[in-house]
Nanobody, 114 residues
Framework: QVQLVESGGGLVQAGGSLRLSCAAS????????MAWYRQAPGKQRELVAS???????TYSHSVKGRFAISRDNAKHTLYLQMNSLKPEDTAVYFC????????WGQGTQVTVSS
């Protein structure tokens, strides 16, 4: 049974940093394209970063240069390093495949104060 558990969110001031983790069970994240998504109140879920099996990464325009996606295949864990955080980064962050094909986890709340 596939399970994705996100953690690492919290309250941070603008300009601060956070590192999110996504622990995957029941699947091997190294062979598929994984992604981080976020959903702000009243908005649709959006994909913010992805990493493919060759470790090629892509980012949405809004986070490029500030966020970095990575993974540890041995630990079955996906990461999102978030730097220079802005209030508009406030959202619940989720991980999933790039096509969103796995059951969604609970996400982790990131709140950036101005």
């Amino acid at each position: 049974q596939v399970q994705l558990v996100e953690s690492g969110g919290g309250l941070v001031q603008a300009g601060g940093s956070l590192r999110l983790s996504c622990a995957a069970s029941g699947m091997f994240i190294g062979i598929i394209t994984m992604a981080w998504y976020r959903q702000a109140p009243g908005k649709q879920r959006e994909l913010v970063a992805s990493i493919n099996s060759g470790s090629i990464t892509t980012y949405s325009h809004s986070v490029k240069g500030r966020f970095a996606i990575s993974r540890d295949n041995a630990k079955h864990t996906l990461y999102l390093q978030m730097n220079s955080l802005k209030p508009e980064d406030t959202a619940v962050y989720f991980c999933n495949t790039a096509r969103g094909t796995m059951p969604w986890g609970q996400g982790t709340q990131v709140t950036v104060s101005s």
